[in-house]
């Protein structure tokens, strides 16, 4: 009996030991995933932060250069004048890519659109009067019509076609017009059609133009980020974007949004 109540107490030791044992480790487990998921939380916000933070002092150096474009302190000579439009140019194309980002983390992640009725033609005629202010590209917009309404997200609708419209910019020669035009579609939404007068594109970089960081062959390459960031705005309203170019001809890139936008 001794003998057989001593192996009991082994095998009740052995089993606390063991138990106490797996507890251990799955708490060390628990704060390892804690931490791994924190670690994760914050590289997450990184990119977000860094944009957030670099929107700010360009932006401050934007309106400085405005203000020596409009000449407000002083009359500038040509040489100065083309140093300001620039740093001006440049410096409006960096908050882009960082407004780009924003989107596109906002994209990714699982919060929903800020929906309510959109007047698309007031939109592209909202953006095309801020982009005239900053692009040496005249900027023509055809939006004849009443008011265009759909139902989405107005600062990703306002995002999509700052992206459409400041791509068909850089890509447009000197002498060029950017065209954008807002007609009524078949199922009461809108289509956006952005007309660049650049070189056009080739099979190859048409098929890339979607996506990030994959640039073309243009002599004015951007990030990439911009047209893949347009892609994924029209795919959450449940819209379509099509493009018609070829070498030597310009780009003509079609966006329809429908009435319903989220309803694909």
Do not use: Y
């Not at 994760?40 to 944009?51: G, M």
């Not at 400085?64 to 300001?84: I, K, R, W, Y």
């Amino acid at each position: 009996m001794e003998v057989l109540a001593a192996i009991g107490w082994a095998l009740v030791l052995t089993l606390a030991a063991t138990t106490t044992l797996a507890l251990l480790h799955a708490h060390r487990a628990t704060t390892r995933c804690r931490v791994l998921d924190q670690e994760l939380r914050d590289r997450e916000r990184l990119p977000a932060t860094i944009s957030h933070e670099i929107r700010t002092p360009l932006a401050l150096v934007k309106g400085a250069a405005e203000l020596l474009a409009e000449q407000t302190p002083g009359e500038l000579n040509d040489v100065q004048v083309s140093f300001v439009e620039t740093i001006t140019e440049n410096t409006q194309q960096v908050i882009d890519i960082a407004e780009s980002f924003l989107t596109d983390l906002r994209l990714a992640s699982t919060e929903p659109l800020t929906l309510a009725e959109v007047d698309v033609r007031a939109v592209v005629a909202e953006a095309a009067r801020e982009m005239r202010r900053i692009s040496a590209v005249p900027i023509h917009v055809d939006a004849s019509g009443g008011v265009r309404p759909i139902h989405g997200d107005a600062g990703l609708i306002r995002q999509l076609v700052w992206n459409l419209v400041g791509n068909a910019s850089r890509h447009t020669l000197g002498g060029g017009v950017v065209t954008v035009r807002v007609s009524d579609a078949e199922d009461e939404g809108a289509l956006v059609t952005v007309i660049d007068q650049g070189e056009g594109m080739s099979d190859e970089d048409r098929e890339r133009l979607f996506v990030p960081f994959v640039t073309g062959s243009s002599r004015r390459v951007g990030t990439g980020i911009g047209m893949s960031v347009a892609k994924r705005i029209v795919d959450a309203h449940g819209g379509r974007i099509m493009v018609d170019t070829s070498p030597g001809r310009g780009t003509m890139v079609h966006v329809l949004l429908r009435r319903n936008a989220c309803s694909p």
